[in-house]
């Protein structure tokens, strides 16, 4: 008898459960969340705030975003990256859009510096949500990053006309630093994904 492959199936929603409890009203605490940064953190203090958008740019309520970075000297949070981890900075966080009543993912964290002094500082970002049938990989850069970004070899590699669905635009508020970026999964403006 010959063996077939099993059919594929989309994501969740019973992914976000156990990673995000909160969203669905469960009483529990997810291991990761929005805080990327404690109190000894070095670096500039950042907000980075958005919506995971459909195909007509409606915000999808259960969508799971998780982002993992450098701290603000380009050090990841990780005992392979031999320049040492900043001890107060965790360097990974996870939300679900169904915690916020505007739908939006929120992370307090600092702006990242460059990893290799070649690449931009970026957050790489993680998406899940029902309809996709595997989660999608992207990255964050940063509007105040221009030379930076005209430089970031992964960046080049993706189509000039296409690069603004990367780039986080800055709004300077009374509370500091707040970075705009919208997650579109499909459509017009459709973010940029990446194979991994």
């Known amino acids: 008898m010959a063996l077939k ?36 953190t070095d670096g500039e203090r950042i907000r980075i705030e958005g919506r995971v958008l459909d195909g007509t740019g409606e915000p999808i309520p259960d969508a799971m975003v998780e982002i993992w970075q450098a701290d603000g000297q380009g050090r990841y949070a990780h005992p392979l990256d031999p320049r040492g981890s900043n001890t107060g900075f965790k360097g990974f966080g996870r939300v679900g859009t169904g915690t916020d009543p505007e739908c939006r993912f929120i992370f307090h964290t600092v702006k990242p510096g460059s990893v290799d002094g070649h690449q931009a500082p970026h957050i790489n970002v993680i998406v899940f949500a029902r309809g996709l049938l595997l989660h999608a990989y992207t990255r964050i850069y940063f509007s105040d990053e221009a030379e930076a970004n005209a430089r970031d070899p992964v960046l080049a590699l993706v189509p000039a006309e296409r690069r603004a669905t990367l780039i986080a635009e800055r709004q300077d508020k009374p509370g500091g630093a707040v970075y705009r970026f919208d997650i579109r999964t499909q459509g017009d403006a459709e973010t940029v994904f990446f194979d991994v």
Do not use: H
């Open 5 to 40: 492959q099993t059919p594929s199936q989309t994501v969740g929603p019973f992914f976000a459960y156990g990673l995000t409890p909160e969203q669905y009203g469960y009483p529990l605490t997810s291991i990761a969340g929005g805080d990327l940064a404690t109190g000894e």
